[in-house]
C-alpha cells in the first residue's frame, strides 16, 4: 500500500481514504467553539511535534525515518507559531486543555511487539493527518475570511504528513498494510460518529 504523492493529494483522496466525514452537529457546533478550536489547535500541533520527536528518540536506526519525522516536526512547530500568533492577535489565553479521547484511544489499539508496534503507530499517524485535513477543509464554510485562509493553506503540509507516515509503515512491514490501515480506520470513525463530552478539534459528535 503505496500512498500517492503529495502534490496530488487532494480533498477527494483524503475523504476516499476516510471512511466517515465529519458530523455535520460537529461542523455546525463550530462557530460557537472557534476559541477552543483554536487553543486546542495550538495544543493538537504541539503534540504532532512532540510524535515524531518521540520516535525518533525511540526508533534511532531507522535513518531515514528519523531525517523525515525532523523535517515534520519542525513543520509542526511552525504550525504552532502561526496558532499561536492567531491567539494572540484575538486576545485568547493559551492555556491547559484536557485532552480528546481521539488520539489515546487510537493508539490503544496499536500492537505490541515490534515492528508491528511502530508500523501502528506510523498508520495512526497517518490517520490523524488525514482527518485533520479533512477537518480543516469541512470547516471553511464556518469560518471567518482569516481562519478560512489560514486553514486552506495548512493542508497541503498536513497532506504530505499523512503520505510520509503510511509510506514508512508500508516501507517498514513485510506485508500489505491494507488490512491494517482498514482496522485502525474503522476504530477512528467510531470515535469520530459517537458521542463526545469535550468539544475538540478530533472529537467525536456533540452530546
Not at 129 to 155: G, H, I, M, T, W
Not at 183 to 196: F, N, Q, R, V
Amino acid at each position: 500500500m503505496i500512498i500517492a504523492d503529495p502534490i496530488a493529494t487532494d480533498q477527494k483522496q483524503i475523504e476516499n481514504f476516510l471512511l466517515c466525514r465529519t458530523p455535520n452537529a460537529w461542523l455546525e457546533e463550530a462557530p460557537k467553539q472557534i476559541n477552543t478550536l483554536l487553543i486546542d489547535h495550538a495544543h493538537c500541533e504541539l503534540k504532532a511535534a512532540n510524535t515524531a520527536l518521540r520516535l525518533i528518540f525511540n526508533y534511532p536506526h531507522h535513518h531515514h525515518l528519523c531525517v523525515e519525522l525532523s523535517k515534520l516536526a519542525r513543520e509542526e512547530l511552525l504550525h504552532f507559531e502561526k496558532v499561536m500568533e492567531i491567539i494572540k492577535n484575538r486576545k485568547l489565553e493559551f492555556k491547559h486543555f484536557t485532552a480528546s479521547r481521539y488520539a489515546s484511544n487510537l493508539l490503544k489499539s496499536a500492537r505490541n511487539n515490534e515492528p508491528d508496534k511502530l508500523i501502528d503507530i506510523l498508520i495512526i499517524g497517518g490517520i490523524i493527518e488525514a482527518r485533520s485535513c479533512e477537518r480543516f477543509l469541512s470547516l471553511l464554510p464556518y469560518l471567518d475570511v482569516e481562519l478560512q485562509l489560514f486553514y486552506k493553506n495548512l493542508v497541503k503540509s498536513e497532506a504530505r504528513h499523512f503520505i510520509t507516515y503510511l509510506n514508512f509503515a508500508q516501507a517498514l512491514s513485510k506485508s500489505d498494510i491494507s488490512k491494517r490501515v482498514t482496522h485502525l480506520l474503522e476504530k477512528e470513525a467510531e470515535l469520530i460518529t459517537s458521542p463526545d463530552p469535550l468539544y475538540r478539534f478530533h472529537s467525536g459528535t456533540p452530546l
